[in-house]
């Protein structure tokens, strides 16, 4: 089996692989300005993280042990690596970055590129990653231009708008009917551009428009992510959990109290609720102590405003990054609450294939620390038509929930990759 085949059942051997980090200047201030045109992967937040290029390694996986596959083939790549590492960070060394779908049978992958560009506070490195047999060295650090899009035209994805406020009405009835608490429900969109689509266009447009965010590139999947799932480093464990969404007007004092009206929504608050309980109770068996905040905070984007909690715990055994991803997908904000009811509710009735939408996407490296967030305000590449994309948003449905309401919730979403798709 090679390396870009799905694994099903039984493993895939990692190679052997050369590895140094060492500092570097002359690095942008955007790091997505180092991408080439073809096969760039980005994790980028604030100006700091790390980009890469190339293929030293893949793992293609799907299936009920995805995630268990895609660690015990980690920790093999890992133990036959040779590094050496000048830089030593969390994001130096061997690293590789990741996506994974929302249910086992939608692929997902780990890929450990040939280049990566970081950069950590001040600190600037250059990765390079080779087969043993070939040591490669660091590369001239160029700049490239991107292609704008123009002339992007949007249509309906697998359902119309007015069909899925329906869905949506038909999951409040089977929620106060009693079948389940809660159910996250998605929509998607088709972007349509008159040339190909360059992905660094719209990526540096979400980094530059969102800097607080997480922006990611991984296989063709691009998109500004608000929700860090979860982030392991030197023994401590966070989650950023977002449930309960109200939009922006762009007028200061009026988004001000509507911050104060979504802090005080008895059904915002009743979705958060599900969402922090569900991640607290999946972190849980993972450490021996944590922080759970009482109380939500209100969380200012560009274009909407989200309740937030920021959950903590201090790490009592030696699961990765990608092993605490794996406990907590999927959470109460994507999928819902009880999360087997949610989930088949959603593969009865929402009517398409999310793929790698509201799954883990991150990095982790030789240590087992990383990121991983779950994509969201994200777009899909077409892979058969390079004028393409599907773009995706959910939202949380609850017994108070109002379907027209909802609507406009997944339009705000939609915002951050429409604006970055235009001219």
Not at 163 to 168: M, T, Y
Not at 178 to 197: F, H, S, T, Y
Not at 262 to 270: G, N, V
């Amino acid at each position: 089996m090679s390396l870009s085949e799905p694994v099903r059942s039984g493993r895939v051997a990692a190679p052997h692989l050369v590895v140094r980090s060492q500092p570097v200047t002359g690095v942008a201030a955007q790091l997505i300005d180092h991408l080439p045109a073809e096969g760039g992967l980005s994790w980028v937040r604030r100006g700091d993280g790390h980009i890469g290029w190339g293929v030293a390694a893949r793992l293609d996986v799907a299936g009920g042990n995805r995630f268990t596959d895609a660690v015990l083939w980690w920790q093999e790549l890992v133990g036959a690596a040779v590094v050496r590492d000048e830089i030593g960070v969390p994001g130096s060394g061997l690293v590789c970055f990741g996506s994974f779908g929302f249910t086992d049978e939608d692929p997902g992958e780990l890929v450990v590129p040939e280049v990566i560009v970081g950069r950590r506070g001040g600190t600037t490195w250059v990765t390079t990653i080779s087969p043993a047999s070939s040591l490669a060295g660091p590369p001239d650090l160029v700049t490239h231009e991107a292609s704008p899009v123009y002339d992007v035209t949007f249509a309906d994805g697998a359902r119309s708008g007015t069909d899925w406020s329906s869905i949506v009405a038909d999951a409040i009835k089977r929620i106060t009917s009693g079948e389940l608490d809660k159910v996250v429900l998605a929509r998607d969109l088709i972007a349509i551009a008159e040339q190909p689509i360059d992905l660094r266009w719209p990526l540096r447009r979400l980094a530059t428009a969102y800097p607080n965010c997480w922006t990611f590139s991984v296989d063709g999947l691009i998109g500004a992510t608000p929700e860090l799932l979860v982030r392991r480093e030197k023994g401590l464990i966070t989650s950023r959990v977002l449930a309960g969404t109200i939009r922006r007007t762009g007028d200061d004092a009026h988004d001000l109290a509507l911050a104060a009206s979504l802090a005080r929504s008895s059904k915002d608050l009743e979705e958060h609720e599900f969402a922090v309980r569900s991640v607290a109770d999946a972190l849980k068996p993972h450490c021996k102590s944590m922080n759970v905040p009482e109380t939500p905070f209100v969380l200012h984007l560009p274009n909407v405003m989200h309740l937030a909690t920021d959950v903590a715990g201090v790490a009592n055994n030696g699961a990765s990054a990608l092993g605490l991803a794996a406990a907590l997908h999927p959470s109460a904000a994507v999928c819902g609450t009880p999360t087997p009811v949610a989930r088949d509710l959603i593969g009865e009735i929402e009517g398409m294939q999310r793929g790698r939408f509201s799954g883990p996407v991150g990095w982790m490296d030789a240590a087992g620390d990383g990121e991983w967030c779950i994509a969201l305000r994200c777009g899909q590449a077409d892979p058969t038509d390079a004028r393409r994309m599907r773009l995706f948003a959910g939202a949380g449905i609850v017994a108070g929930s109002d379907p027209i309401a909802e609507l406009a919730e997944t339009n705000a979403k939609l915002v951050p990759m429409r604006d970055a798709l235009g001219d």
